[in-house]
């Protein structure tokens, strides 16, 4: 199965957002609902998620001329992130910000917290254990199977810039997004995927990188949540679990 025209894939999820904090306080409190009024699509990143975003430049300047394509979420905390890491010259790069890279949609069970949906919906938690969270499309919402279509429609429509002759491409979205090209692009079961997540986080500004010698090859795992550029930049490293899913069982 041909997963996109490229042969190096970067995938990078936004750094640490006020949404991120927010889900994390109201989990802690044991809250039923996370105390944010603005919509999903809006959240921006935090503070230290702009120090985390801004350690990304001296990463991405290695690499920015051999990128053939860049990707971004629409989500104001994605686009955020990749404005950060480019810095002010963007003379060398075109950039296309498509939708179906956006987060998982929750549905009725959006800005709740694990308990919140326990407490509230006690039937999709009864629904949710029954098909297993790679199905389980809350009312309103995308189940994890939702979003794979989606990507797979992106990764059939993609292709390279038409001015920078490179099979090397980066993507700015969000930890189910980067969970979910894994899937695709390195053909797991259903099951296979659900280990992974069960011991994997996508941290914050993480980079994952992808990789195969041509496009008729399989795809390899190179790099995994990457941070080593936190690190480095004196940029703290978080871990929030921005989709519940994704959450390390």
């Avoid at 603005?38 to 985390?52: F, Y």
């Avoid at 990749?82 to 003379?91: E, I, K, V, W």
Wanted: hydrophobic share 40%.
């Amino acid at each position: 199965m041909a997963n996109g025209p490229w042969t190096e894939l970067w995938l990078v999820r936004h750094g640490e957002s006020i949404g991120n904090i927010a889900a994390s306080a109201a989990e802690v409190d044991g809250a039923d609902v996370i105390t944010l009024d603005i919509r999903d699509a809006d959240v921006p990143l935090s503070r230290t998620g702009h120090e985390q975003a801004e350690a990304l430049q001296p990463w991405l300047a290695d690499r920015r001329s051999s990128l053939g394509s860049v990707w971004c979420s629409p989500y104001v905390r994605a686009r955020q992130t990749l404005d950060a890491a480019l810095g002010q010259d963007r003379s060398d790069i075109r950039i296309a910000v498509d939708e179906r890279l956006r987060d998982r949609e929750l549905g009725i069970l959006d800005l709740l917290t694990t308990t919140g949906v326990r407490n509230l919906h006690p039937d999709e938690v009864a629904r949710r254990q029954h098909l297993g969270k790679f199905y389980h499309r809350p009312p309103g919402g995308e189940s994890w199977a939702d979003v794979v279509l989606r990507l797979r429609s992106f990764v059939a429509d993609a292709l390279p810039s038409e001015h920078v002759h490179s099979s090397s491409a980066l993507v700015v979205a969000h930890d189910a997004v980067v969970m979910l090209f894994l899937y695709i692009c390195l053909d797991l079961s259903e099951a296979e995927l659900l280990e992974f997540a069960q011991s994997h986080t996508v941290a914050n500004a993480s980079v994952t990188h992808l990789a195969r010698p041509s496009t008729e090859d399989r795809w390899d795992l190179v790099d995994f949540s990457n941070v080593d550029h936190l690190e480095h930049g004196g940029a703290p490293v978080t871990v929030h679990p921005g989709d519940d899913d994704v959450r390390p069982a």
